[in-house]
């Protein structure tokens, strides 16, 4: 049995599928899904390849979950999108704004989804998406406010990268930005921050461990106790079982500097790793450095750094790639696509060695994610 390899695609103005033949050589784009329609997140179940869950923002009905059980050729909204507990909800003015992040269970939970929201919020669904129920653990935390109440990004607080560990289903982690990065290990019932060696010149005391801004956050798939992280102060690396960040983001060329969103790893080599740099001079401009898009990879855990831009453009190119919008298939060798807020989406079947575009014209890429359809 072969499988094909297709990109799922959120953007500003609805999602697109766009699926490639055999070789990774020829692509060819959907249909727009929910045209005009804001789709922050649009995911591929690899426990049933079949099942999609769409976090989106569609007109009259805000924010909302659509699922689908045929790869994407029809979705069904949830019948009880994420929401915060009444009581909740009363006691501190909650709504939930836009569901920005969905991420699939534990393996051994099939039908477990997890979504993040804006305000800050985790939601639980355990039949793919249906309908969703609080996080009560996270959502209702004693410390919540004090946790959540450091300022805001300009797109609003939200929880991203849940990431469950593939060992150990009832351990996670949670980003929020701004907030930190924060842990459980009985699936939500207690939480703690973990947050300790980031650098941070907006939080003025050092001892406090919340209040962080975590664009990405991954765990490594084969060597889970390895946790990678983008944040707005640079490049983490942490190993478990110690509780401390080691900036890595330090060892990039000092006119490049380490400051993005996106950041993807080798699915079975810990050591490597891929970032996409942003500008972060003292107006935040958030675009490709000098307007020289690069990607940049190590192969050690990052000590060092190589920059990958061939093929890229060479100037002239002042382009985001946003926290959802890198990620890479599971081919050999890696492939490795990143979206552009210009509405391009970018290709790499040697591991980030060269680059082409697949597609342009398409509005702002929120996400990009990978679906494998077996045939």
Same mark, same amino acid.
């Given at each position: 049995?072969?499988?094909?390899?297709?990109?799922?695609?959120?953007?500003?103005?609805?999602?697109?599928?766009?699926? @490639?033949?055999?070789?990774?050589?020829?692509?060819?784009?959907?249909?727009?899904?929910? +045209?005009?329609?804001?789709?922050?997140?649009?995911?591929?179940?690899?426990?049933?390849?079949?099942?999609?869950?769409?976090?989106?923002?569609?007109?009259?009905?805000?924010?909302?979950?659509?699922?689908?059980?045929?790869?994407?050729?029809?979705?069904?909204?949830?019948? @009880?999108?994420?929401?915060?507990?009444?009581?909740?909800?009363?006691?501190?003015?909650?709504?939930?704004?836009?569901?920005?992040?969905?991420?699939?269970?534990?393996?051994?939970?099939?039908?477990?989804?997890?979504?993040?929201? @804006?305000?800050?919020? +985790?939601?639980? @669904?355990?039949?793919? !998406?249906?309908?969703?129920?609080?996080?009560?653990?996270?959502?209702?935390?004693?410390?919540?406010?004090?946790?959540?109440?450091?300022?805001?990004?300009?797109?609003?607080?939200?929880?991203?990268?849940?990431?469950?560990?593939?060992?150990?289903?009832?351990?996670?982690? /949670?980003?929020?930005? /701004?907030?930190?990065?924060?842990?459980?290990?009985?699936?939500?019932?207690?939480?703690?921050?973990?947050?300790?060696?980031?650098?941070?010149?907006?939080?003025?005391?050092?001892? /406090?461990?919340?209040?962080?801004?975590?664009?990405?956050?991954?765990?490594?798939?084969?060597?889970?106790?390895? +946790?990678?992280?983008?944040?707005?102060? !640079?490049?983490?690396?942490?190993?478990?079982?110690?509780?401390?960040?080691?900036?890595?983001?330090?060892?990039?060329?000092?006119?490049?500097?380490?400051?993005?969103?996106?950041? /993807?790893?080798?699915?079975?080599?810990? *050591? #490597?790793?891929?970032?996409?740099?942003? *500008?972060?001079?003292?107006?935040?401009?958030?675009?490709?450095?000098? !307007?020289?898009?690069?990607?940049?990879?190590?192969?050690?855990?990052?000590?060092?750094?190589?920059?990958? *831009?061939?093929?890229?453009?060479?100037?002239?190119?002042?382009?985001?790639?946003?926290?959802?919008? #890198?990620?890479?298939?599971?081919?050999?060798?890696?492939?490795?696509?990143?979206?552009?807020?210009?509405?391009?989406?970018?290709?790499?079947?040697?591991?980030?060695?060269?680059?082409?575009?697949?597609?342009?014209? +398409?509005?702002?890429?929120?996400?990009?994610?990978? #679906?494998?359809?077996?045939?």
């Amino acid at each position: 049995m072969t499988k094909k390899i297709s990109l799922l695609i959120g953007t500003r103005k609805g999602a697109f599928i766009l699926s @490639s033949d055999d070789g990774r050589k020829e692509w060819k784009l959907s249909e727009p899904i929910f +045209l005009g329609h804001i789709v922050y997140h649009l995911v591929s179940d690899p426990r049933n390849r079949k099942h999609l869950v769409m976090a989106a923002k569609t007109g009259h009905l805000g924010p909302t979950v659509y699922y689908s059980h045929d790869y994407g050729k029809t979705f069904v909204e949830s019948s @009880s999108p994420p929401k915060f507990a009444s009581a909740d909800n009363e006691a501190n003015g909650k709504a939930v704004e836009n569901v920005f992040w969905v991420s699939v269970g534990h393996e051994s939970e099939p039908g477990v989804w997890y979504a993040g929201t @804006s305000p800050p919020g +985790l939601f639980r @669904s355990e039949n793919n !998406g249906g309908t969703w129920a609080p996080v009560t653990g996270f959502n209702d935390h004693p410390k919540y406010s004090e946790w959540m109440g450091q300022g805001a990004t300009p797109g609003g607080q939200m929880v991203h990268s849940v990431n469950v560990n593939p060992n150990n289903k009832n351990h996670m982690y /949670v980003g929020v930005s /701004v907030g930190g990065v924060f842990e459980t290990v009985d699936q939500g019932k207690k939480w703690v921050p973990l947050n300790k060696g980031i650098a941070a010149d907006f939080i003025p005391d050092p001892n /406090v461990e919340y209040g962080h801004d975590p664009h990405c956050v991954v765990v490594h798939p084969a060597k889970p106790e390895r +946790l990678y992280q983008q944040n707005h102060c !640079g490049i983490y690396r942490l190993d478990r079982p110690d509780s401390t960040w080691i900036r890595i983001g330090d060892n990039m060329p000092r006119e490049i500097g380490d400051i993005g969103f996106p950041i /993807v790893v080798h699915p079975s080599n810990p *050591d #490597m790793a891929w970032v996409f740099p942003m *500008d972060g001079t003292t107006v935040w401009p958030r675009t490709s450095p000098d !307007g020289k898009p690069c990607v940049y990879l190590t192969k050690d855990a990052g000590a060092s750094w190589i920059r990958q *831009d061939k093929g890229l453009p060479s100037s002239k190119a002042y382009f985001t790639v946003k926290r959802q919008a #890198m990620v890479n298939d599971f081919a050999k060798p890696l492939g490795l696509y990143f979206g552009t807020s210009q509405g391009e989406v970018w290709a790499s079947d040697d591991e980030g060695a060269s680059w082409k575009c697949l597609v342009s014209y +398409l509005p702002e890429i929120y996400s990009l994610s990978i #679906m494998e359809i077996d045939e």
